[in-house]
């Protein structure tokens, strides 16, 4: 039987608009901007950034959970510039061939398929260079703009997970929501999701 693949350097995406790449300590600007922005984080596990310090904890951290085989978080990137304007990764459970898609975006780049572009880039990698079986993503109730990303690349949803989260100092029901490997056409020229 095959084994769980992760990449022993961090892996670099590139599709037709964006490039995605390893967050480093020059993107902590980048970084407090995006999590700093209440909207931002309104449907998100962390309290919106006060300080620097903060964006450079979670990209110390996400580096830290690269190198123990735990998760790739990757910077999202314009390809014509080089500034974070976004996250999106996988957090990987190895015994169950599954990752979990987490994902933000800086609010002036909300509604233009961004998002969208990258995910599928990562759910491509996830499933053809990682040997994922399956991916979820886990959506607070309400969300509507994430359950139609989502949607939009093939995910189905499964269910409510009640009072399944604790965060902000309360419990929060979870949309479960999964996308399996014979489900999932992948271009790998586009970088796109066949319809």
């Given amino acids: 039987m095959l084994n769980l693949v992760f990449p ?3 892996p670099i995406l590139e ?3 964006l490039r995605l ?3 480093v300590p020059a993107d902590v600007e980048a970084v407090f901007g995006i999590f700093a922005d209440d909207e931002v984080t309104r449907f998100y596990d962390l309290e919106t950034f006060t300080s620097r ?3 450079a ?3 110390a951290r996400q580096a830290e959970r690269f190198g123990q085989g735990q998760a790739i978080r990757w910077g999202i990137t314009r390809r014509e510039e080089d500034v974070v304007i976004g996250t999106c990764g996988v957090f ?3 015994h169950n061939w599954q990752g979990e898609l987490g994902y933000d975006l800086a609010r002036p780049y909300w509604r233009q398929g961004i998002m969208a572009e990258a995910l599928a880039a990562v759910i491509g990698y996830g499933f053809q260079t990682l040997l994922l079986n ?3 993503a886990l959506v607070i109730p309400g969300n509507t703009a994430s359950e139609e990303l989502l949607r939009k690349l093939g995910f189905q949803e499964e269910g409510i997970l009640r009072e399944y989260a604790f965060f902000k ?3 929060y029901d979870l949309r479960c929501f999964s996308l399996l490997k014979r489900e999932w056409a992948f271009d790998a020229k586009t970088q796109r999701r066949k319809v």
């Fill in 8 to 10: 022993e350097t961090f």
């Fill in 92 to 94: 990987l459970s190895r």
């Fill in 134 to 136: 399956r991916f979820q």
């Fill in 15 to 17: 599709t037709p608009r």
């Fill in 57 to 59: 904890a979670l990209i």
């Fill in 53 to 55: 310090e903060q964006a």
């Fill in 169 to 171: 100092g309360r419990f």
């Fill in 21 to 23: 790449r390893p967050m």
